[in-house]
Each structure stands twice: as structure tokens, then as C-alpha cells.
């Protein structure tokens, strides 16, 4: 069955310090989603992209993150400057259509 | 406003008991309720999921029962096994297929 991907599983960091979170969604969907879970909360929403552009985003998603889907099966999400409170789960999501979102393992990212 | 409220935090359920899960909300536009479960160090994964123009889905040993007037739905676990320990958020759906997640809940089921 297919399944979207992430990489790295877990990434560490200095604060301050820019990353990218790489996702593979199904390769016949088209909505693709970024969603966090901080430890021990619940899973957050943070931005939806289709068509090569961010559909809806949250308050959380500020300047310091940007997505991308630089080829035909890349989904990116970058932080350009980490900071402390960005460590936690992110999970990558996609969908063919108005469905149910198809969620990735995670990347745990720690900020040192 | 697009909170959905979950309770009980954890529950610890005997093998073969019942595991009931209740999730709330406020919003009238959401149009959609899945039920994620998530494994540690694992993306949450679609169990059940319901419309709100229906009031009951049986999938196997899970059921979700909606109850529209009163903007409640709850997941119920029949004949819960050691292997359905795990934690399970409800979900709502809203805007362009945005989720909004309920803070979760732990089930622990003792052999």
C-alpha cells in the first residue's frame, strides 16, 4: 500500500540554525499538508499547499517557515531560524482529493 | 471556533472491555470526523471516520456515534485487545480540508 515519507526521522539542531523537513506524499495525491505535534499535545496545523501554492496557513506558520515542492514528488518544509520552541513532531500529510489526509511517520526535530 | 475538546486524558481498559472515547465541538461547519490512532514514535493513522449527516459507522470493533444536536461524537472500542493500547485523537474537518485535532487520548488495555 503506498505511504507517504519522511526524512530525517530525527533531526537535532543548534537554535538558530535553518532546516529542511523532507516529505514523499502518494504519488497521485495532490493536497499536501504540514502539521506538528509538540511532545505530549495534540497534533497542530500548520499550512496546506496545491496547485504549487500554500492554500490556507496558521497563525503558527510565521516568516521563518516556507514550503516547497521542488520537484513532482518532494514536499519541503524549511525553518529558516530555529528556535527552541520549534522542537517536536512534524508530520507530513496528503490526500487525492476532498478525503481523508494521509499522515507520514514524522520527524522528530530537536533544538539544541 | 475551531477547537475540539476530548475526553477522558487516558483510560485503562481490561482485554475484552469496552474503551469509550468523547469528543466535542463548536463549530457547525466542520464536515468531517476521523478518528487518528498513533503508535509511539509513529504518524497518526486513519481508523473510522464519519459525516455529520449520519449517526452511527461500524468499522469491525470500532464504532463512532454522532450525535449532531449536541456537537458530540465518541469512539467506541468493542472487545478491546493488548494491541489497541495506543493513543487516539479525534479530528474535525474544516476550510480546505484542514484538521483540527483533540489533545488526544491514552488507552492502555491489560491483558
Known amino acids: 500500500e503506498p505511504e507517504v515519507t519522511q526524512t530525517p526521522s530525527h533531526q537535532v539542531t543548534q537554535m538558530g540554525q535553518e532546516v529542511i523537513l523532507r516529505c514523499v506524499p502518494i504519488s497521485n495525491h495532490l493536497y499536501f499538508y504540514w502539521y506538528r505535534q509538540i511532545l505530549g499535545q495534540k497534533v497542530e496545523f500548520l499550512v496546506s499547499f496545491y496547485n504549487n501554492e500554500i492554500s490556507e496557513k496558521s497563525e503558527i506558520f510565521d516568516d521563518q517557515f516556507s514550503v516547497e515542492r521542488p520537484d513532482g514528488s518532494n514536499f519541503t518544509l524549511k525553518i529558516r531560524s530555529t528556535k527552541l520552541e520549534d522542537s517536536a513532531m512534524y508530520f507530513c500529510a496528503s490526500i487525492p482529493g476532498p478525503d481523508t489526509q494521509y499522515f507520514g511517520p514524522g520527524t522528530r526535530l530537536t533544538v539544541l | 471556533q475551531q477547537q475540539v475538546k476530548q475526553s477522558p486524558q487516558s483510560l485503562i481498559v481490561q482485554k475484552g472491555g469496552i474503551s469509550i472515547i468523547n469528543c466535542a465541538y463548536e463549530n457547525t461547519a466542520f464536515d468531517y470526523f476521523p478518528w487518528y490512532q498513533q503508535f509511539p514514535g509513529k504518524g497518526p493513522a486513519l481508523l473510522i471516520a464519519?459525516?455529520?449527516?449520519?449517526s452511527e459507522k461500524k468499522e469491525g470493533r470500532f464504532t463512532i456515534s454522532f450525535n449532531k444536536s449536541a456537537k458530540q461524537f465518541s469512539l467506541h472500542i468493542m472487545d478491546s485487545q493488548p494491541g489497541d493500547s495506543a493513543t487516539y485523537f479525534c479530528?474535525?474537518?474544516?476550510?480546505?480540508?484542514?484538521?483540527?485535532f483533540g489533545k488526544g487520548n491514552q488507552v492502555v488495555v491489560i491483558p
Open positions: 464519519i459525516r455529520p449527516d449520519v
Open positions: 479530528a474535525a474537518r474544516y476550510g480546505n480540508n484542514r484538521l483540527a
